[in-house]
DNA sequence: TACCCTAGGTGTACGGCGTACACTCTGTCA
DNA sequence: TGACAGAGTGTACGCCGTACACCTAGGGTA
């Protein structure tokens, strides 16, 4: 009994919200957001799940925590540095920290509302625009241009043949041309280029995400430029 | 014994997969898609849950077969358009029919693997690229630059006050003004240019989404159509 | 007519989930 | 010494997806 209790108040650290936090953290990281259980992180932490309520309200709090900590890794804006470089420089690294935590853009858009952490940092978004000489109307279309890209989203739709090696997934995408003609094109000319630069998949893994990322980033930013020195602070739709 | 079968066999129309995915699509539409279970949906159909499993795997495949429904509704591609027109309309469209099954954008990213039926949508949106005159390539970093989108997204991250009344958000915003300046700025612009226009909330209902969708819209395809007339592919980035 | 086969719907059960609620400790302070 | 509070436990409930055995009606065949 005397040893039990030494055990527990020694070697065992209390139960804190924040250990709860790194732990799921932890676990999310490692298994993904499905494997994300109650009782999962109690079990991690050696401990029955009921206990983590002891320190968290419940579930969806400990997600809103645990989106926190994520927006928390984001980098603070340049100081100094002119609005685009400032801008860019934060998705960029906001991207770096999704990529350290896959789960986390699929939970933050799972959660009916924003976090005050996530709130906090569209507004210092928002004030990245407005130093740079924005208009309070144009930085609200600029913030719908940027969308969930703002933090670091990259929302690829086609990850699908990550699992496959480069070739067969040329292969298989080569059998299904007469189907999905440009698709087939895409791989075929990705594949022909410089098949060595990557060796993970075609599409997906085999194009440069990063590059990728950037060059939709930065043709965003350079629309929004032109918009911000042009007199009229609206795009030339098809309809004009 | 003989009235039951009379029932069963006449009133009652026998399952089919098609019958489950419209009522799935009915569900979810009604209850959003955390309300969709393999027992709510046979419970609507007056069968016993495992009924369903004869006629779907399981409940991912159902999924998938509900994407394809709303991807269904998609309009085709506008014939003889231009690029910019065809690509523009068929978006808009998508984003019609997302906005019809507010679920689907979640459930559409949930899955870890797009179904056939999108990988024909994205191909064939594809097609409006190539047949536009993108180079493969640019046709590549355009679908990037699109992103999810494509499909519609509008991927609001702001509509935590939508279930507000206007002068509420209002006031709460204002009363945080210390905290998200940006964010008051804002409110105070769009409440104080003409609040009459929409009845919803300040920041998500109060704006007006079409418009700013659209604006977003109009800014990446202008984007692309610079890139296509121009002789080098690729954007002026912050670096250069 | 007797038979069986099959497709489709049923019932039960299992392991997982979030979490309400009542409990038992253990350390603190009066 | 004894009351108290705060932390961890145990049990239980109602959901979930779905495996598996069962029943039953309709249809084809001998």
Redesign the interface.
Known sequence: MATKIDERSRTREPLSRERILRTAVAVADKGGAESLSMRRIAQELGVVAMALYKHVANKDELLDGMIDAVIGEIDPPIEGA?W??AM?ERILSARRALLRHPWAS?V???R???TPT???Y???M??IF?SGGFS??L???AM??M???I?G???E????TSSMPADEAIAMWAQLAD?????A??VG??SGGDISHDEGSVVGGG?DDQF?????L???????ER?RSAPTP?????TG
């Open positions: 002119d685009k470089t860019r699929q933050i858009e799972s009916a509302e924003p996530i709130i906090g569209m507004d210092s928002m004030g407005i309070v109307d930085m609200h279309h719908h241009v969308g969930s890209r933090l989203f990259s929302q739709l086609f990850d699908e189907r999905y003609p440009n698709i094109a895409l000319e990705i194009c990728e990322f950037e060059f939709a930065d043709l965003m930013l350079d629309g929004l918009l609206q795009p030339a739709g098809s």
